[in-house]
T-cell receptor
Framework: AQSVTQPDIHITVSEGASLELRCNYS??????LFWYVQSPGQGLQLLLK??????LVQGIKGFEAEFKRSQSSFNLRKPSVHWSDAAEYFC????????????FGGGTRVLVKP | GAVVSQHPSWVICKSGTSVKIECRSL??????MFWYRQFPKQSLMLMAT?????????EQGVEKDKFLINHASLTLSTLTVTSAHPEDSSFYIC?????????FGQGTRLTVV
């Protein structure tokens, strides 16, 4: 069965600074990987996804993520954070062999300081 | 992107009553929909996978008689929390899959008093 670990529960970053959120997964084959963002009391919005091909994926809102098979990681980055980026971020792995069921990491809450 | 509408966005009900939550894919057909539960400050836990025209597949530990799922059409799935109790209070989120991508509803905050 697949699993996802987001080691950082909280991250505080200053506005304008760079942001990196860590995600490690466990899956027997090449997974589908996703990053979602959730604002308080809201559903999830897809930031980006990786299925195959180029391991550096560009997403919306200036986010990017890099798939590193050797490290089983799919870390999310943004060069310059805006106050509106304060939210909860979830990494998820989809298992093609299991009907693309998504398994989510525990989430990382990002706080942005002025 | 595709839009998934979830209704209601919040509901308060008395203990012992049942509550129905609807999940609709507005501009695409979804053969598969998923229902998640999210406790405060926690991640999403998959409750069940709903396939149009067939019985839902529940995850281990989820009571299928308590959480009734119906996927009557390619654009609508419903989750009914039967005989709700305070411990059922939570945030419920649906998602609908098209191809390899899943789109999420806005969630329903259920409070049982």
């Amino acid at each position: 069965a697949q699993s996802v670990t987001q080691p950082d529960i909280h991250i505080t970053v200053s506005e304008g600074a760079s942001l990196e959120l860590r995600c490690n997964y466990s899956y027997g084959a090449t997974p589908y990987l996703f990053w979602y963002v959730q604002s308080p009391g809201q559903g999830l919005q897809l930031l980006l996804k990786y299925f195959s091909g180029d391991t550096l994926v560009q997403g919306i809102k200036g986010f990017e993520a890099e798939f590193k098979r050797s490290q089983s990681s799919f870390n999310l980055r943004k060069p310059s954070v805006h106050w509106s980026d304060a939210a909860e971020y979830f990494c998820a792995v989809g298992a093609p062999a299991a009907g693309n069921k998504l398994t989510f990491g525990g989430g990382t809450r990002v706080l942005v300081k002025p | 992107g595709a839009v998934v509408s979830q209704h209601p966005s919040w509901v308060i009900c008395k203990s012992g009553t049942s509550v129905k939550i609807e999940c609709r894919s507005l501009d695409f057909q979804a053969t598969t929909m998923f229902w998640y539960r999210q406790f405060p400050k926690q991640s999403l836990m998959l409750m069940a996978t709903s396939n149009e025209g067939s019985k839902a597949t529940y995850e281990q530990g989820v009571e299928k008689d308590k959480f009734l799922i119906n996927h009557a059409s390619l654009t609508l799935s419903t989750l009914t929390v039967t005989s709700a109790h305070p411990e059922d209070s939570s945030f419920y989120i649906c998602s609908a899959r098209t191809g390899t991508e899943a789109f999420f509803g806005q969630g329903t905050r259920l409070t049982v008093v």
